[in-house]
């Protein structure tokens, strides 16, 4: 049974929306953020189109949390295929795979060469990535990014930076977009939080999109995004405004 997360965040993101899930532990926040992009790739491998390339790139600050993320979605995944086999569907193998400062250097070879379809890394190995030619040519196919853990980075020098290599991703993947004429596939970014009190605060709209860092933001751009919230038990839409050039220098 759906937990109540589950089921304000499903039909947002489903439309392609940025949306941030603010939940208690243990509330099913993870499999929201993943299962959506889990059924496309699914549906995918049943039609026979599923091919080696990188749809989900989840990151959290914690690298035990990223290894934690990548076994406990082997339980899901393992219930899919199952569940396909008793349909007398094809059998569809969705790899993940983790990148961090521990993966050794011959996995992470592998990893450019027959990209898996989740990456799960931290905003460190997220940058490495970034400034590698096998690491943009693995992530700009991605279509979702998920950020867990984002309050206890989204105030400080690490969440700026973070803030610079999403910004970096996204325009990785419009500019694919674009070259291949490739339409309504934007990268949509998923924010986990266990943490409320700073939601409350007003910081929702910096938080959902990661627009912390004036650097990383277009001058009039204004950024929509939905808030799962379980303690509101409703939706709230978010708008981001433009941080002035020079505000966060001022600040620190």
Known sequence: MPTDPQLHAWPEIKKHRHTLIAAPTGSGKTLAAFMSAIDDLVRLGVEGKLDDTTHVIYVSPLKALSNDVQRNLQTPL??????????????????????????????????????????????????ILLTSEGGRRMLETARTLIVDEIHAVVSDKRGSHLALSIERLEQLVELRNSK?????????????SATQRR?????????????????????SELRWCRAATTGIAR???ART?????GARSRKS
Do not use: W
Request: glycine share 6%; no cysteine; proline share 9%.
């Open 199 to 219: 939601l409350r605060s007003g910081s929702i709209a910096s938080i959902a999109s990661m627009r912390t860092s004036a650097a990383a933001m277009r001058p």
């Open 180 to 192: 291949l004429e490739i339409r309504n596939s934007p990268l949509v970014r998923i924010g986990l």
């Open 78 to 127: 393992e219930g899919i295929q199952k569940e396909l086999e008793a349909l007398g569907l094809p059998v569809v193998n969705i790899r993940t795979l983790v990148r961090t400062g521990d993966t050794p250097a011959s996995e992470r070879t592998a990893m450019t060469k027959r990209p898996p379809h989740v990456v799960v890394t931290t905003p460190e190995s997220l940058y």
């Open 241 to 245: 405004s433009s941080i002035p050039t």
């Open 235 to 237: 939706l709230r839409a």
